[in-house]
């Protein structure tokens, strides 16, 4: 393949031949092996996270503690951890296993909703790792955004990465739930449905400008706006959401089921190296037959759709200070240099610019 990803058969090359590994048993199987840590998911959801000595390697580590998978500490390693795709992510496996969530409330009860003469309204939310707004909705629009953190926001069958210093929307109406995955200062702009525009009509990631952050933080203050100033903040506001560029990082999913079946195997080892014939032979179907899937439910490609789980699993590791070196290697790419050229194409910017975005002179504590 020519975007610098490893294939299949560089691994045993540089090696040496190694032999067959058991199958996994049924509870379990790896879904990611980072240098510390090996998560492993049930088939009912996330079990937990085994700490990995740096000198052994992943798979025999993994292999060797699967038998012990249902004999986990009460409490387990305190780590951030959070599935790559949340459409399958089901809190239903034993409660000992469980990385604690805290459920947040999903109304605004005592805060006061826009509406056509206050088409604009500002809250803000000192918001822990971990936290999950469940499934929801609201008759407004809504605006999520945190200069620090990540969040992931899933509705229907597409799921979205939100870094840090961008945002996403939300059109009035969306059944959507929210995953807090790093501490975060969120601020949440709740939009009147008579100001929003065709144009908004689908949820997105979206780049924050200068000057958006700027009004956001403007409307951040304990007293009540005078009316001109709060009008005209809301005005200049709306134009900048409609300005907002979107940005690649939403992840849709398929309902054919053996199209699904290929995506989540991608989802759950973005760095695998198998090719697109090899994923369809695993599932039982031609690539004629699931490129024509691709296409017509997706509406894209096998090869953009699984950028964009690279992207969206890239954005966290990125987020939480990894080396660069190291995320490359773990989502399947024979360099850094290969994986920053790949990033560059979707963001038109390198991975550390895109992530280290200047910020307003200070976040509210």
């Known amino acids: 393949m020519g975007d610098g990803r490893r294939q299949p058969g560089a691994e045993r090359e540089r090696d040496g031949a190694q032999p067959a590994q058991p199958s996994l048993p049924a509870t379990a199987r790896v879904i990611s092996h980072l240098h510390l840590n090996t998560l492993l ?34 409490t387990p390693r305190r780590r951030q951890v959070l599935p790559v795709h949340l ?3 089901r809190p239903t496996c034993r409660k000992t296993a469980m990385p604690a969530q805290r459920l947040l409330p999903t109304d605004i009860e005592g805060r006061i909703p826009p509406s056509p003469a206050h088409p604009v309204r500002l809250y803000t939310r000192q918001m822990q790792a971990n936290s999950r707004f469940p499934r929801h909705t609201h008759a407004w629009a ?59 009509a689908q949820c997105r990631v979206m780049e924050v400008s200068p000057l958006l952050r700027e009004l956001i933080a403007a409307m ?23 300005r907002s560029a979107p940005l690649p990082l939403d992840l849709p999913m398929p309902a054919d089921k053996r199209l699904r079946a290929l995506c989540e195997r991608v989802m759950a080892d973005p760095g695998t190296p198998l090719t697109f ?11 004629r037959t699931l490129a024509r899937r691709f296409r017509d439910e997706l509406g894209v490609n096998f090869s953009q759709w699984r950028q964009q789980a690279v992207l969206a699993s890239a954005i966290p590791l990125m987020s939480q200070g990894l080396p660069l070196s190291r995320i490359a290697q773990e989502l399947g790419y024979n360099s850094q240099s290969a994986f920053s050229a790949m990033f560059r194409r979707a963001f038109g910017q390198s991975p550390s610019a895109f992530l280290h975005r200047p910020g307003p002179e200070a976040e509210a504590a």
């Open 142 to 200: 809504q605006v999520a955004y945190s200069h620090t953190g990540v969040l992931r926001v899933q509705a229907g069958d597409t799921a979205w990465v939100v870094p840090p210093s961008r945002a996403i929307w939300i059109p009035p109406g969306i059944v959507h739930e929210v995953w807090v995955v790093e501490a975060a200062f969120l601020r949440t702009l709740y939009i009147d449905p008579s100001v929003v525009t065709d144009a908004l």
């Open 41 to 74: 998911r049930c088939d009912r959801g996330l079990c937990g996270v085994l700490s990995r000595p740096p000198g052994r390697s992943a798979l025999s580590f993994c292999y060797a503690n699967a038998a012990r998978l249902h004999s986990l500490p009460s």
């Open 87 to 89: 459409h399958s992510f």
């Open 277 to 287: 014939d090899a994923l369809a032979r695993e599932v039982g179907a031609s690539t």
């Open 220 to 242: 951040d203050v304990r007293r009540p706006l005078a009316p001109a100033r709060e009008q005209a903040l809301a005005t200049l506001i709306l134009d900048e959401l409609r």
